[in-house]
């Protein structure tokens, strides 16, 4: 059983910068695979980025790629999500997840991932 807690959101202009955080708890973090969600008012949870479980391997929602870098460090069973040049539209909460299955590559789809942390707010003002 995987725990994860998100931290680091808050309130930025548009053109700002982020870092979230995704600190796990339990089972084996090196072995998941792991990905960034978002759900903004009134819309469906979406996908944002996913990493591999070595970290070799990244992939990004067209809306963030070239703003958003996605990272680990297994060392300290850690996930980051960067995010430079925020935008208005990139106001939601932020979600961290992680596939059960070992050794996994990334994905995006949400039905792929079975932890869930509860998620932290990122609000962007124009």
């Known amino acids: 059983q995987v725990q994860l807690v998100e931290s680091g959101g808050g309130l930025v202009q548009a053109g700002g910068s982020l870092r979230l955080s995704c600190a796990a708890h339990?089972?084996?973090?090196?072995?998941?695979?792991m990905g960034w969600f978002r759900q903004a008012p009134g819309k469906e949870r979406e996908f944002v980025a996913a990493?591999?479980?070595?970290?070799?391997?990244?992939y990004y929602a067209d809306s963030v790629k070239g703003r958003f870098t996605i990272s680990r460090d297994n060392g300290k069973t850690a996930m980051y999500l960067q995010m430079n040049t925020l935008k208005p539209e990139d106001t939601a909460v932020y979600y961290c997840?992680?596939?059960?299955?070992?050794?996994?590559?990334?994905?995006?789809?949400?039905?792929?991932?079975?932890?869930w942390g509860q998620g932290t707010q990122v609000t962007v003002s124009s």
């Open positions: 997840a992680a596939r059960r299955s070992y050794y996994s590559d990334y994905a995006s789809p949400r039905y792929e991932y079975d932890y």
């Open positions: 339990g089972g084996t973090f090196s072995t998941h695979a």
């Open positions: 990493i591999s479980w070595s970290g070799g391997r990244t």
